[in-house]
């Protein structure tokens, strides 16, 4: 049984271990891409699903990462948005039906660490829209990494 779960894992850029055993590694889409650079892109999820609606039981997961999409202004086929997924108009309702599953899929007790960057959407229209607090985090760069507990 694996105890943790990515909601988007994507090209699993933040991890150490990208093929860690006791992780699911979940995404909305399967991909494999040559980048404008060169480099190639591959987002291969363990499991293809949406984030809105998770194929798991209730309190499943000790632990869950939740890095979902942050732009809303990226061309369709843009590396950005090959690399970074991108944000529908209606991202608001998305990051807190989001937010809301992980909070679900996680035990009692169980830690949600959650990934933002305010590029293009300020954090605190996030925590508004997901009306939850976190425990603490960081602060001081763009890119915020923040922890709640279920």
């Known amino acids: 049984m694996q105890r943790i779960l990515d909601a988007c894992c994507g090209s699993r850029m933040f991890w150490f271990d990208k093929q860690h055993e006791d992780v699911v590694y979940m995404d909305n889409r399967q991909l ?29 997961f ?17 590396w950005l ?29 169980g830690t949600l660490i959650f990934k933002w960057n305010e590029d293009q959407v300020k954090l605190s229209e996030v925590l508004k829209a997901i009306k939850a607090r976190p425990l603490f985090g960081n602060r001081r760069s763009k890119t915020h990494w923040l922890v709640f507990m279920k």
């Open 32 to 60: 494999k891409d040559t980048l404008c650079d060169g480099r190639t892109l591959e987002v291969n999820p363990d499991i293809i699903a949406d984030f809105r609606n998770m194929p798991f039981e209730d309190n499943s």
């Open 62 to 78: 000790y632990l869950v990462v939740f890095d979902p999409p942050h732009l809303i202004k990226a061309g369709e086929d843009s």
């Open 81 to 109: 948005a090959k690399k970074y997924g991108k944000l529908g108009q209606d991202w608001k309702n998305d990051i807190a039906a989001g937010f809301n599953e992980c909070m679900r899929v996680l035990k009692s007790n």
